[in-house]
């Protein structure tokens, strides 16, 4: 028996296997939709073999999860499985460790640093702007373009030159690049539902043997996506090391000391700090496949939802392109930090895509301890009583629902499921202001909130503001006759079809004429 036993929520799925399928599988958004509406913010799921699990979006219960890192972390399947394939980056480690990490992190991702950056994004999205020009005729209706490969190159060339100084593709010719490659299937691979679940079994695994012996067997095991993990743990290695070492001795002979990249900054940082402070060689490499994956899928995934929604929305586009043009035109040039973000409809269109569309669709945390998990509102046990506050058993798993929380009608009003920049331009609900979303970003759970928020949420915003607006003032966007099936994982992708593995979405883009 289990103090969660009395909580609503859906039937087993199976015994051995309970909802985790269902919560994991890439086309499982219905079902995350339906428990959300049919049993409220506080959830029981079953878990694997027989265990219970919490799925919520009830603010208070959120907050105390994502906050309070002493009762509540990542759980050590998800670390020790990060770890494997990114090293021991910022999300592969816990307790005092990631404070550490974090701490020497935090500045290079500030506001005063970013304003430096600016000039290397408009330089790669004029290439980006470029590249596209020359493959979409400009006396047509237009061309089908993969939006979604353009937007991650983008995005890796960005991350690659603001974030550790090294130009991974100069957006010139079309060859495929192992690190590339890599980078887009992490998400993919790692979070697809029988990966998740063999995932659950690292700890045990960890402790059978060397990690010769671990690597042997994932090389044999007969699952393709186990395979392909350890491929792309591979190309991401290799390539991250190359690059650090070559950054490390430049900094040591004493070259590239203004280099203003996220790494460089980071390494010189580390020389400077005190023993105590210093983090060691294998953390710092740990960064660079940790942040660049980080940062590069969900903003690429991002932006190219916007632009589809946007072929989807043509007088959206038309009154975006309008502000963007009005505002290059009065500035007589590209918009600098300010003037971007002094955009309204602009922000409305990113806030509500990252609203509705929250690239990465849940977090998971483990109860480290027993725990008293309060609520924002009592809910209705199964027995009829009101439960005010919920007994959480240590071990338990618990999944934090952005999306559920981004489109919950209680708060967002009857229209939250729908795609509406406008409502950014109005008041918000009253309903929301009081609900102390525990989000560090607009009331939205999309960058989360707590000790291990998205500690890149201002690049990626000020990545997508550059990146949209030079592709809407240049460019028109309809949609192909290409389907876009968008599916669940650890952060949301695109293919032409439910069948398809191949992350990729296609959109008919068009030259803007003058006038
Ligand atoms: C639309 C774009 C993005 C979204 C939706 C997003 C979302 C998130 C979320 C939800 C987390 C927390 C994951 C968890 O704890 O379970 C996270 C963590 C993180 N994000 Fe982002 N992110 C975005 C872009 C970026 C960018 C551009 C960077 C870097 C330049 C970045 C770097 C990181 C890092 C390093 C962490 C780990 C923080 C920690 O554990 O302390 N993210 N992100």
């Known amino acids: 028996r289990s103090s969660l036993d009395k909580l609503p929520g859906p039937p087993s799925g199976s015994f051995l296997l309970g909802n985790a399928i269902q919560l994991s599988d890439r086309r499982g958004w219905d079902f995350h939709t339906s428990i959300a509406r049919k049993y409220g913010p506080v959830i029981k799921v079953h878990w694997l073999f027989g265990t219970l699990g919490l799925y919520i979006f009830d603010p208070l219960a959120m907050s105390q999860v994502i906050k309070d890192t002493a009762k509540y972390d990542e759980p050590s399947w998800y670390i020790g499985t990060n770890h494997m394939m990114l090293g021991p980056g910022i999300l592969s480690v816990a307790g005092d460790t990631h404070k550490k990490q974090r701490k020497m992190l935090t500045p ?47 995005a890796l060339e960005l991350i690659g030159q603001a974030g550790i100084g090294y130009s991974f593709d100069p957006l010139t010719e079309d060859k495929p690049d192992a690190y590339a490659d890599a980078v887009k299937n992490f998400a993919p691979v790692t979070t697809a539902s029988e990966i ?103 903003t690429s995934n991002a932006m190219s939802r ?22 290059k035109l009065a500035a007589g040039g590209p918009l600098d930090y300010d003037k971007l973000h002094a955009l309204p409809y602009l922000d409305a269109v990113c806030r509500e895509t990252l609203r509705l569309h929250a690239p990465g669709p849940q977090a998971v945390r483990v109860a480290l301890e027993d725990a008293v998990l309060p609520l924002s509102h009592p809910v209705r046990a199964t027995d009829g009583t009101l439960l005010h506050e919920v007994a959480v058993p240590r071990g338990t798993n618990i999944f934090v629902s952005v999306i559920a929380c981004n489109r919950n009608e209680a708060l967002w009003g009857p229209d939250a499921g729908e795609w509406k920049p406008e409502r950014w331009l109005a008041p918000l609900p ?22 291990r928020s998205c500690i890149g949420f201002t690049f990626s915003q000020l990545e997508m503001m ?9 460019f028109t966007f309809a949609p192909s006759e290409k389907p876009v099936v968008w599916n669940l994982s650890g952060i949301s992708y695109p293919t032409v079809s439910t069948e398809s593995t191949k992350p990729e979405l296609w959109l008919k883009v068009g030259v803007v004429r003058e006038g």
């Open 108 to 154: 290079v991702f500030s506001a005063k640093h970013l304003r430096t950056v600016v000039p290397i994004f408009y330089r790669v999205t004029d290439k980006l702007i470029e590249a596209i020009s020359s493959r979409v005729p400009t006396h047509s209706e237009g061309a089908g373009v993969d939006v979604l490969g353009w937007m991650s190159r983008a």
């Open 196 to 298: 998740l679940l063999l995932r659950q079994l690292a700890p045990f695994f960890e402790r059978l043997g060397p990690a010769w012996l671990h690597r042997w067997v994932m090389e044999k095991m007969p699952v393709r996506n186990v395979r392909r993990a350890v491929q792309i743990t591979d190309a991401l290695y290799e390539r991250s090391l190359e690059i650090f070492r070559t950054k490390k001795a430049a900094l040591e002979a004493g070259e590239d000391t203004d280099a203003k990249d996220i790494m460089s900054i980071l390494l010189r940082a580390n020389m400077e700090a005190s023993g105590e402070d210093q983090l060691p060689e294998d953390q710092l490499l740990g960064q660079m496949s940790t942040i660049i994956f980080a940062a590069m899928d969900t």
């Open 306 to 327: 916007t632009l589809q929604l946007l072929a989807e929305h043509p007088e959206v586009q038309t009154k975006l392109r309008r502000e963007i043009v009005d505002a």
């Open 430 to 451: 009253a309903a929301l202001e009081s609900a102390s979303i525990p989000g560090v970003y607009s009331n939205l759970m999309t960058f989360l909130g707590g000790a």
């Open 466 to 474: 550059v990146v949209l607006s030079e592709m809407i003032a240049n």
